[in-house]
């Protein structure tokens, strides 16, 4: 049966993995990196405090670090020397072969399950708990697919790593969320919650743009997941640029 599923995950990858080009190669290689997203993780953050308040959180903040470092240990520190499943883009591994390597990167000895997709759905999940909000749930999950995705296109994941990962993600962010809720919060806080988010975090001065979307008073109001989604288009807009560049 595991033979079977090796058989499935490697045919899969190899379908997934052999979609390359220039831009691709700078554009996965900036996508999946860590610091690039320090914006965008300040506007999430900015759209919790909005959502929950000043009292909750740092309270919350906390819970989302517990969860990522959790889930991080749990992958990288228990489950991979349990497991020792080569990279594809291991030397070691027989597939290197067929992987193309990009920047010479290849990544640790062994990637079951995938620490990205963990940290990445850890977050995804706690936030989509915590905000509650379509529109923000759709760009954290798109998000974290593209991020997982970016780790087969490198040729360091297996699918299955990353599945195995994202569930293992999930269900530690959710239930930490879920923890840090019971400890924080009271039902009543929940109405509170969609009056903060609805209130503008910022109001702009331009009667013209203001006057023509429907506000009379001339002032632009801007909404926290509006900053999430701003951020978000602009990393992506110079990730785009900087891999056409290169």
Known sequence: MIEILNEIDTYVFLSLHNIHSDFLDSFMMLFSGRFIWIPFYAALAVLLWRTKGTKSFLAYLVGIGIAIALTDQVCATVIRPLVERMRPANLGNPLSDLVTVVNGYRGGPYGFPSCHAANSFALA????AAVRRRSVMILLVAWAVLNSYSRI????HYPGDLLVGAAIGSAIGYGMYVLSHHFIETDVDRNIE???????F??????AVAHRMGHPSGLLPIHAPAIVYTVATTLLL??????AAA
Do not use: D, Q
Not at 194 to 200: A, L
């Open 238 to 243: 110079i990730i785009c640029i900087i891999s």
């Open 153 to 156: 296109y490198l040729g360091v």
């Open 194 to 200: 969609r009056k903060r988010i609805v209130r503008p």
């Open 125 to 128: 999940a706690f936030m989509c």
């Open 202 to 207: 910022a109001e702009w001065r331009l009667p």
